[in-house]
């Protein structure tokens, strides 16, 4: 049974453990690390920046005051991305601390961030680190338009846009010269090498030129604050590469014609020279046929006509033409006798391709034939008509006239469109022909929107430009009004319609920024490709505020981050500084600065406020031009008291002790400022001790002694209690009497404070001394005199009034009554004992006589005497009974020596 005892006993207190762990463990506070960032996203400029707050908290989440200082060790996952402080310290009398970190990274990501510290709860945080928008950084070259068809001083424009990490525009913070230059030059070139953006502009803009030349270069833009940019600028269309000569292949001797002499690209399309060139042309046997030993193709001309002859010789020849960097080109003709009878015509066009540029080009040659299909000159002037099945394509004049003895004549022709046309011939007596003529034009394959960077607010130029398939520019055929269009307004607005000039190929209008944000432009025109780009419009100025902190406690100093921020969330800055007005909705609860200054290229701020309790408050950030942004604030507190203890009251100037008592959630508060505040304390603040506590002195005033006390202490606020001391007055008291009765004090004492009633008893009556008292004379109690007349007795007196010293005078009167009636009786006793003696006396002496023999005679004798003349009694047994008068004793007034107050 002892052993089963033991195992059950055994088994309980292993079930009991964990719950005893966690009893005991409650005791102990359960303290953790918190990760609150200060930014939405960090700035990586390279500068130091707020990054986060570290703050201590409890099991419950509540803020933790620290009674003693901890170290906190930091780490980052990726330095490169932020790099961070290894350690900070949460000093005492501190729940947190706010923690710098650095960055210099060009593109946004994120860096893990651990937080640790002996004996708390461990944390992390994920911090976004991107660069800060707004920061001029580079420089965004734009070209109006793009691309050029060669020609010579042709002009683009060159837009030069300050941009910011994001390609938004940013204003210069001061005059930035800006430095262009060409890769290519001999294709274009800029017009001037520098050009200035002045302070608070985003851009500015010059002329690029091109040469003529085919080809492409890249223009660049530097400044020596701000990366460089490049932009590819192309002079897109047909390329000299190839000589093209013809003729057909026969003609007769003894004529004269042309040889056109042609510069064209490797498709035989027509090609523009941007320069006069020079070609050279020979015969293989100029005995046969001799040519004009050299033709000069003027500046953006392509084609030019050379002369030949023929003499009587006949036989094959070869016409050789060359140039400089041009492929030779050659043709073969035969000249031949003309012979028989011209019967038809033939139509020939000199050039594979005609440009549809509306110049007139000697392009059509007519040639009379025999039956056997050789040339054949006329015997005399043959009008020959022209038909163009297409004049809107090409224009040929109605009529050619060969002249009389020649086999061929030339006319003039006018591309206009590009497209084919058939030109027919027809002459009297001739059988008639045609022939097909190629007039060439880049055909508008793609519309192609250009703009450069567009801020909210701004208006940018910005170039709509026509390609062919190519990507060469496509010119209209007719003047041309684009429709333009924005798909949002309210973000982006344009010019309704711009306008294209027949034979061009581009056109510039406006693109006007309203508020940040995607908008599609659209364009369309009658016979053209639509078009479309889709347009950002940069948020230049930030409209946005993000607030944050950290769990509020009361009675501390609370942090609050403020941080501008770009539409996109990004970290943002401005080139001028910028107040931003806070307000509290309840100062009573929460007190912070009204304003506070946000430096220019600065994108947060840190502001102060005081937490004084534990209501509900809203605190407003708002800027001009922002939109404004609220914190909701719940602060929490520990509750504490202050406890007051002294005397309640005091004689007027003693010192006496006042003591404080700080304890917060039942532990002494340790090392806390208290402040005092009243008339006579001899300090204005203490420190309470490790046990709470601590003292003050105070000398007392008359009256009532206000001592009020106060602590700011963290996690509970401002703690106050008061308490009373009353300043009370100290007397004497002098009590007597005008017979020096013995006057009884009750309470009796040396001493009396102020207020303190007292009942002063005179002996009603008072025994004289010696025979008077011992006749019963006595005094008898009149009236009380001094600071207080009455004739009552007891009397009952309070003591006040500025005198120190009061006194009182029990007044009697003498009172001889009984003395007097002593008197009466005792005088009284001795008449009648003297009339008694005196009777006796009498008897006696008749007794005498008769016993001596005396006559009745004598007796009758006697007896006539006494009825006649009364008998006077003898002088000595007359009793004499003088009694004075009593006189009332006369009460003697007293002033008293000083009147109550």
Known sequence: MVKKSVIVVFILTLLLLPVLGLVNGASAPQLSLVITPCVKSFPADGKQHSAFFVSVVDSKGRPYVLDDPINVTISSSDERILKVPNSVEIGTKEYYTMVEATSSILEKKTAEISVSSSGLQSAKSTITVEPPAGTPVSLKLTLLPSVLAPSVGAEADVIV????????????????????????????????????????????????????????????????????????????????????????????????????????????????????LRINLFSSNSTIVSVQSSVTIEIEKWYALATIKTVNLTGTVTIYASAENMTTASTKITVVESERKPVSLKIYSLAKNLPADELEYQGLLVQALNDKGLPCKVNKSTIVNLFSSSSEILDTPPTITIPANSSMAYTAVVPKLPGSSKVTVVASNFTGTEAAFAVYEPTPASMKLITPPVPAGGEVPSALLILSSTGVPAPVQQDTYVTLSSSNTKIADVESTTFIAKKDYYSLFKVTGKTPGTSTLSASGSGLPSGSASVVVHEVRPSTLFV???????????????????????????????????????????????????????????????????????????????????????????????????????VVDREVQVSAVLSVEGRPATGVEVFWNGVGLRSTSTVTLPDGTCVNLLTVQHGENLIEASARVPGVGLVANSTKVQGLREYTLDASSNIGAIIDISPSGLKYREFTKVILTAPDTVNMEGILGALGGKYNFVEWTGVLNSKSNPIEIEFKGEASRLSMKAVYAEDLTMVIIWVIIIATIILIVSLIIFKRYRSYKKAEVQVEGEAPKEEGEGKEEQEGTPTEAPQELKPEVEQEPVEEPKLKEEKPDSEPS
């Open 161 to 276: 846009t300050i941009v910011d990490s994001y390609g938004k525009p940013a204003k210069a913070r001061s005059n930035i010269d800006v430095f262009l230059s060409s890769s290519t030059p001999y294709v274009a070139d800029v017009v001037q090498g520098t050009i200035r953006i002045a302070k608070g502009e985003f851009s500015n803009s010059l002329k690029l030129k091109t040469t003529g030349f085919i080809g492409s270069t890249t223009i660049t833009a530097s400044s020596s604050d701000l990366k460089s940019d490049s932009s590819k600028f192309t002079v897109a269309g047909s390329k000299p590469e190839n000589l093209y000569i013809w003729l057909p292949n026969y003609i007769t001797v003894k004529e004269v014609g042309y040889i056109p002499v042609m510069i064209t690209d490797k498709d035989f399309k027509p090609a523009k020279v941007p320069a006069p």
């Open 548 to 650: 944050t902190s950290i769990k509020p406690l009361a009675g501390t100093k609370l942090p609050i981050a403020i941080q501008i921020i770009s539409s996109a969330g990004s970290p943002a800055v401005l080139a001028e500084s910028l107040t931003l007005s806070i307000s509290s909705s309840n100062t009573s609860s929460f007190q912070v600065l009204g304003s506070i200054f946000l430096k220019a290229e600065d994108s947060e701020v840190l502001v102060i406020g005081d937490v004084l309790s534990t209501s509900k408050v809203t605190i407003t950030i708002s800027a001009e031009g922002f939109t404004a942004s609220t914190l909701q604030l719940t602060p929490t507190s520990y509750k504490a008291s202050l406890k007051l203890t002294t005397e309640k009251t005091s």
